[in-house]
């Protein structure tokens, strides 16, 4: 698959999660995916297929709700394609609103018009390192 189609998937991707959430996500990640935690975080680990996705995002709407994403930009990284991004939600018992606004980038690794992999970096800088480029 050709770069910019890899960086219309990834859009695509996101453009989905605001319209139907994970089911809609689903449709675009590869059965066999991986999407790996960074280390620092609670739910840190490697959760594979869509099952183990399905997993992950309910450990974060056990203590989250009006979880969301939004993409900062897309890099193009030939199989890869590099997301910088915010993420946002609100404590389930605690109402306290969070965020990730310091540089959380995601790894998106496309494989024959699906997404194969997804690894999360607390620095833009470690993202752009993994996959292959340097800022």
């Not at 970096?121 to 752009?128: D, F, G, S």
Request: glycine residues 12%; aromatic residues 10%.
């Amino acid at each position: 698959m050709m770069a910019s189609a890899n960086l219309d998937l990834v859009r695509t991707t996101f453009a989905a999660w605001g319209r139907g959430g994970l089911d809609a996500v689903l449709a675009f990640l590869d059965p066999e995916v991986d999407w790996r935690v960074r280390a620092d975080l609670p739910d840190a680990g490697t959760y594979h297929g869509h099952e183990g996705v399905r997993r992950l995002l309910a450990r974060f709407e056990e203590v989250l709700e009006g979880i969301g994403f939004e993409a900062q930009d897309y890099i193009d990284a030939g199989d890869r394609v590099v997301v910088p991004l915010h993420w946002w939600g609100r404590g389930r018992l605690s109402g306290v609103e969070v965020a990730e606004h310091q540089g959380e980038t995601w790894v998106f690794t496309v494989h024959d018009g699906r997404i194969t992999e997804v690894e999360e970096y607390r620095h833009k800088q470690q993202a752009l390192e993994a996959a292959g480029l340097a800022e």
